[in-house]
């Protein structure tokens, strides 16, 4: 098979670190990987826990144009692995196929993904880094405005009244413009 991403490589037969089959681009050094080869792996290998805090430099690349599948020749779809990483991997869904690129697998390890290779292609998971991904915005919106101080201590405050038996009553208390007067 030619290689999706650089054009110009072989895709040859092979293994992930000596775990599970994958075809690596004899010149870019993409792995092609096919979900149910993963998956058939963990399943044999349920107790294996990939290593954890490993050193990882910043070779990690990310094509940014589309990639055709090499098994069925159509487009595929870029799946972000969370909400703290701008990387995307490359999925097939004709196929069942990922692809990463040079230094992405190594990626995947050091943020603790490379056990979880299946479920980034999920809607659940890219749901949940929408949704991660949400919330940080809005916190740097505030953190923003705010400044760090204040809104580290405005945090403290929101996580005090919401554990409070009384919340409603203070919070009543706190959006009352006089509190004090029977008016409002």
């Not at 037969?13 to 690596?24: D, M, N, T, V």
């Not at 490993?54 to 690349?61: M, Q, R, S, V, Y």
Request: proline letters at 3%; aromatic letters at 10%.
């Amino acid at each position: 098979m030619k290689c999706t991403s650089c054009g110009e490589g072989q895709l040859r037969p092979g293994f992930i670190e000596g775990l599970f089959r994958a075809h690596s681009c004899d010149q870019c050094q993409g792995d092609w990987i096919l979900i149910e080869d993963y998956v058939a792996w963990k399943e044999r290998n349920p107790d294996y826990q990939f290593a954890e805090h490993i050193e990882f430099g910043n070779e990690a690349e990310d094509s940014k144009r589309a990639l055709i599948c090499p098994v069925s020749g159509t487009l595929m779809r870029k799946f972000r692995i969370s909400a703290s990483s701008a990387h995307r991997v490359d999925y097939s869904v004709a196929t069942g196929g990922i692809w990463l690129d040079k230094g992405e697998w190594h990626l995947l390890k050091a943020e603790g993904l490379a056990g979880a290779l299946n479920q980034l292609v999920t809607q659940q998971w890219q749901q949940q880094i929408r949704e991660d991904t949400s919330q940080q915005n809005f916190a740097d919106i505030y953190q923003d405005k705010f400044g760090d101080e204040t809104y580290q201590r405005l945090r403290e405050i929101r996580a005090w009244l919401n554990n409070h038996p009384q919340k409603a009553d203070l919070r009543a208390y706190l959006m009352a413009e006089d509190p004090y007067s029977a008016e409002r």
